[in-house]
């Protein structure tokens, strides 16, 4: 850990001349980001196409995730265009409206209610592990990170329609990448208005459309409507429809639920896939930590089936799935608006400002992480110096009251997913294929993640 780490920013605020590096901004935008910060430091004035703040310190960070719903909020170029998608759905509303919707999701999404999805991650874990039965014999070479989003996206369907998706998943996934896609994309005055009749708006309408109908079937199905029967009454959908809020005893209508769900299947399932696929890669790369996650298992589960008790005991796991997240954070770029002119870190932010910051090169800051990119989960043993130091360092979930709601389903799936698969296969990575990041709106290898089957 080096010793020099600051835990408050004390400056400077340095402006670069206008359009410095501007290009870059078309390629990978997670390097660009790291290159600002790497020739300019933890606290930067950018003027380009865009003007904005770039933050990269913990406690800049921290001060404005804190403060979001008071001095900063998310009322930005940037989530307006995900308004277009998620309407007002929690990930993009603000004031009130987002206050009510959080007490009502926070409900579904504590960590005791979460733990009844557990069968429905193992049993998805279990059907993968069998499906991969056949690779392993053919020896075959394929990509580990569509079967991650397969995965996830069944574990997303049973939790939230106990149903895997069946045959809609291919198109579920296909209507989940083309709204990432367009999520994803810088948003250039008029070509990317919404309005504007373009090749990619008219593709984004049609699959909200469909996305749309489908839902609407599954909420009619839980009440009941028309000729079909109601549906089962113990997954997300249905105590969605049930939950109340606490103060006022109101419940979502169905448009509202629409948004949620649609925010859930969109935030939930490419995050943890990505996570997952990150993990096999570092587990190639990293054999010693692979055999120590491999012996925990063995040390813990043994060859019984796995349950809720040993999650707790599966500290190495958790520690792997770290530090995994904190080089590859799936959900990597963050942006608020000014909501008030505000004093930061000694300079004025005018009303209307936009402050970005990105969780890869805070995640690599060298101030707070000793050789920050190495792959070393013992970083995140319990007590370790680097993850006591300041948690504002390590924000995978974000931080504040608009932390990640989803945090303990993930982390119980992340889990779940890797310690079963784990059991059984040792992944190997094709080293002959082109291992590169792609940055849009969840961080993932470019080309995917060739790999091949191994027994235990
Ligand atoms: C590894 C997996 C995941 C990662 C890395 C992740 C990351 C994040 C982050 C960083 C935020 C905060 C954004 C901000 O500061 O504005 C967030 C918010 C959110 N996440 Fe996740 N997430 C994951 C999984 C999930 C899952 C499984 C769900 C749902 C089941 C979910 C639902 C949400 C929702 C609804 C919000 C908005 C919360 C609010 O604004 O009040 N996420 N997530």
Not at 66 to 95: Q, S, W
Not at 278 to 297: D, G, S, T
Not at 316 to 345: K, Q
Not at 348 to 371: I, M, P, Q
Request: proline share 5%.
């Amino acid at each position: 850990m080096p010793s020099h780490s600051p835990v408050e920013f004390s400056g400077p605020l340095v402006t670069p001349r206008p359009f410095y590096k501007q290009w870059m901004l078309a390629g990978n935008r997670a390097v660009f980001f790291d290159r600002l910060v790497e020739d300019w430091g933890d606290f930067v004035h950018y003027r380009g196409l865009f003007n904005f703040y770039l933050i990269n310190h913990p406690s800049l960070v921290k001060r404005v995730l804190l403060r979001t719903g008071h001095e900063f909020d998310k009322k930005t170029i940037i989530y307006n265009r995900f308004r277009n998608v998620f309407g007002g759905g929690l990930v993009v509303a603000d004031g009130d409206q987002w206050k009510r919707r959080r007490n009502l999701l926070q409900q579904v999404f504590g960590p005791t209610t979460v733990k009844q999805f557990f069968s429905v991650m193992v049993d998805a874990a279990a059907g993968l592990a069998d499906a991969w039965e056949t690779g392993r014999r053919d020896r075959s070479v394929f990509d580990i990170s569509r079967d991650m989003n397969r995965v996830t996206l069944e574990v997303a369907g049973r939790a939230l329609f106990h149903d895997a998706f069946g045959d809609v998943s291919e198109q579920i996934s296909r209507w989940t990448h083309t709204i990432n896609r367009y999520s994803a994309k810088p948003p250039l005055p008029i070509v990317r208005s919404f309005w504007f009749p373009s090749h990619v708006n008219y593709g984004v309408k049609r699959v909200l459309r469909e996305f749309d109908s489908f839902l609407q079937s599954m909420i009619d199905d839980r009440r009941g409507v028309g000729e079909r029967a109601a549906g089962p009454d113990d997954d997300l959908l249905s105590i969605l429809l049930r939950t109340k809020h606490e103060e006022t005893g109101q419940s979502l209508s169905d448009r509202e639920i629409k948004e949620e769900v649609l925010g859930l299947i969109i935030g939930g399932h490419e995050t943890s896939s990505a996570a997952l696929t990150w993990a096999w890669y570092e587990l190639h790369r990293n054999p010693l930590a692979q055999q120590r996650l491999c012996e925990e298992i063995n040390a813990v589960v043994g060859d019984d089936p796995l349950t809720l008790d040993h999650i707790p005991q599966l500290n190495y796991a958790r520690m792997v799935i770290d530090e995994t997240i904190r080089l590859h954070p799936p959900f990597w770029f963050e942006n608020r608006n000014v909501a008030e002119d505000v004093e930061l870190g000694g300079a004025l932010l005018k009303k209307g400002s936009l402050v970005a910051f990105s969780r890869y090169s805070l995640h690599r800051h060298r101030d707070f992480w000793a050789e920050p990119h190495r792959f070393d989960p013992d970083r995140f043993e319990p007590g370790s110096e680097e993850n006591s130091h300041s948690s504002h360092a390590f924000i995978p979930f974000g931080g504040g009251p608009r932390v990640c709601i989803g945090v303990h389903f993930a982390t119980l799936e992340l889990v779940v997913m890797l310690c079963s698969l784990v059991r059984r296969y040792r992944v190997v990575v094709d080293e002959s294929d082109r291992h590169q990041m792609a940055a849009n709106l969840t961080m993932t290898p470019a080309f995917g993640l060739q790999v091949r089957l191994e027994p235990r």
